[in-house]
Structures are given as C-alpha cells and as structure tokens.
C-alpha cells in the first residue's frame, strides 16, 4: 500500500500542536508514514513541542500556509500527501481511508467536518460539509492529494495568501474526481468562540464570493483580516 507524509503548516499554534502530534505518532507507527512540521515563525513554544516529538521540522523563509505546504510537500518522500491543520484530528482509520480512496482512483479529497461544540448551528455547519460541493470544502477538513498530482498541477500557489487550498481542490478537480470521505474531521471552534456564528459565516461565504469573481489573493486577506 501507498505511504504517507503527513503535513502540518504551523505558526503560533502550542495551544493544539502536541494533542495532534500524540494523536498522529499513535496511529502512524513504524509503518515508512512521516510526519512533517513547517513553521512559519513561531513565537511561542511550538517548534519546541514539535522538536521534542519523532516528527520531522522545518522552517519555511516565509510566514504564508501556502509556502509552509508547499516546502513539506518538497521534502516529503511519500506517495500521498496530507496536509493537516494544527487544531484538527483526522479519524483513527485515516491510514486506510486514505490508501483506500487513492485505490478507488480518487487522487484529491478530505474528511467531513465535525466541530468541537455542542452548538446547534455549528452541527447543521457541519452536517453541510458531506457534501461535494466547493463552498463547504475547507483545509481544516484536512485535504489529501497524490504527490504525483500534486506536482502535476504545481502545488499551492503562493500568490494566495488566503484560499491557497481551495485554489489547490478547483485545479486538481480538472484532472480528478474529489472524495468526500465519509467521516468526521474534528476541528476546534475557536474561530467562533471569539466571534460570532453569523458574523463568520457571513465573512466566510462573502470572501468566497468574491474568491469565485476573481478578486485577488491580497485583497481577499485584506478584507478576511478586516472582519475577522
């Protein structure tokens, strides 16, 4: 079976890094799987969190996700590349969800989402993504590619400053047909504990709005920052 090089572009993340890591290192083994840690210029404990841990780490030149991503897939030695955010924990069966959905013929795809809240809305948020459809893809659902594709379409591009993923899912849906996988990526919630339900969803939906129009990549950032 195919291995995999697991990803995780990081900057300032001590508060979610070493739940991850235990998580991953548990499940991965001795398999040839790696774990490969981009920083981005932390300034907390993160780089020491991850250092101490049997994982691979670099530092990328910039602060920028897309960098960060693209300098672990340089390095990375495996067939297929999964790139996780820091305050995720993918599925226990993530090593053959995987290997079973490139098998299929499925060379790009992700988890479901499943927020860390009893909040009802942030359920039906969701319960949304099961479905394939652009507006409810996100990196913190953790995206998985070959790497052979991935080099095919020349990885992230970093003019994105933002929405360097879903740029990544729209060229690669040209060559491959997308897999939803159908379990739950748990994700934090901290994106609406320090703001609310409406005013991210409204953000969300309106950057991806003018994503779809063509605006461009730092003024998509400019007015994401702005807001939230």
């Known amino acids: 079976m195919k291995l995999i090089s697991i990803i995780i572009p990081v900057l300032n993340e001590e508060a979610y890094i070493e739940r991850l890591l235990d998580h991953l290192l548990l499940v991965v083994g001795d398999e040839g799987h790696e774990i490969i840690v981009v920083d981005g210029g932390s300034t907390d404990r993160t780089s020491v969190i991850a250092r101490n ?6 530092i990328s030149q910039l602060t920028s996700r897309a960098s960060q991503m693209n300098l672990g897939a340089e390095k990375a030695q495996n067939d297929i590349l999964f790139f996780v ?3 995720c924990i993918p599925p226990k069966s993530f090593i053959g969800d995987l290997q079973g959905a490139v098998s299929s013929g499925f060379f790009i795809g ?17 319960w949304l993504t099961r479905f394939d459809l652009n507006c409810f893809r996100g990196g913190d659902q953790g995206i ?19 929405m360097e993923e879903y740029d990544l899912i729209r060229k690669a849906k040209k060559k491959s047909r997308f897999k939803v996988i159908p ?4 994700i934090s919630d901290r994106k609406y504990s320090n703001n609310s339900y409406t005013k991210v969803n409204f953000i969300n939906l309106v950057t991806f709005t003018m994503y779809s129009f063509g ?14």
Do not use: W
């Open 53 to 58: 841990h049997n994982v691979q780490f670099y």
């Open 183 to 186: 379990k739950n990526m748990v």
């Open 85 to 87: 955010h820091a305050d």
């Open 144 to 162: 998985f590619i070959t790497k052979s594709m991935f080099e095919e379409i020349e990885g992230f591009d970093e003019t994105y400053v933002i």
């Open 215 to 228: 605006c461009s990549p730092h003024r998509l950032k400019s007015f994401y920052q702005k807001y939230l």
């Open 110 to 126: 992700s988890y479901r989402s499943k927020i860390d809240s009893e909040n009802k809305a942030l359920q039906f948020n969701s």
